[in-house]
């Protein structure tokens, strides 16, 4: 079945620095992938997505490249904020989102000033 | 962006009684609502997909007699965790569907004592 293996946390980056959170999938056919972002006391946000090889997601400074031929999307910023502390989570999806998604594990940051 | 709730955020009841968890999209209609769970340092797995006016969907492994789901319309969907025992203490964790993207609540916090 399908799977979603992302970097166990936590990680923790002084602010500015730059920021790679791996996340690799197994999957028949051509999933689209996304990055949900999860902040203290509220529900997952979509932060970026992608449907299709070589495609670039990007929102807030952050992207995800989807490589086919790695079979990765990882999620990538070139200089985080305290604000960016949050936990992520890599998933796809069948139908582009209308169906039941497949979550990683969730990577949670924590940006110190 | 599209908002959804969830009611209640937290719930403690004892073993044998049933719980029942609302799922709301508070300003779209969502024909398709999603019902995940999510425990301590894992991910979300998908426990059934609603669709309003028609039987959930479960995912295998998962009771549908044990976790009832209703749609009745187009902005709720609820979980009702029948004759609850400790091992169904969990996150349980909505998503309404919209525009292929998913919108998710913040989440319930089940403890069965």
């Known amino acids: 079945g399908d799977s979603v293996t992302q970097m166990e946390g936590p990680v923790t980056l002084s602010e500015e620095a730059f920021l790679t959170i791996n996340c690799t999938y197994t999957?028949?056919?051509?999933?689209?992938l996304f990055w949900y972002v999860q902040y203290p006391g509220e529900g997952l946000q979509l932060l970026l997505k992608?449907?299709?090889?070589?495609d670039k997601g990007s929102n807030k400074g952050f992207e995800a490249t989807y490589r086919k031929e790695t079979t990765s999307f990882h999620l990538e910023k070139g200089s985080v904020q305290v604000s960016d502390s949050a936990v992520y989570f890599c998933?796809?999806?069948?139908?582009?989102?209308?169906?039941?998604?497949?979550f990683g594990k969730g990577t949670h940051l924590i940006i110190q000033p | 962006g599209a908002v959804v709730s969830q009611h209640p955020s937290w719930v403690i009841c004892k073993s044998g009684t049933s719980v029942k968890i609302e799922c709301r999209s508070l300003?779209?209609?969502?024909?398709?609502m999603f019902w995940y769970r999510q425990f301590p340092k894992q991910s979300l797995m998908l426990m059934a997909t609603?669709?309003?006016?028609?039987?959930?969907?479960?995912e295998q492994g998962v009771e549908k007699d044990k976790f009832l789901i209703n749609h009745a319309s187009l902005t709720l969907s609820t979980l009702t965790v029948t004759s609850a025992h400790p091992e169904d203490s969990s996150f349980y964790i909505c998503?309404?569907?919209?525009?292929?993207?998913?919108?998710f609540g913040p989440g319930t916090r089940l403890t069965v004592t």
């Open positions: 998503s309404a569907a919209g525009n292929y993207e998913q919108y």
């Open positions: 999957a028949t056919g051509y999933p689209s």
């Open positions: 609603s669709n309003e006016g028609s039987k959930a969907t479960y």
């Open positions: 998933a796809l999806s069948r139908r582009g989102g209308a169906d039941g998604l497949t």
């Open positions: 992608a449907t299709k090889a070589d």
């Open positions: 300003d779209f209609q969502a024909t398709t």
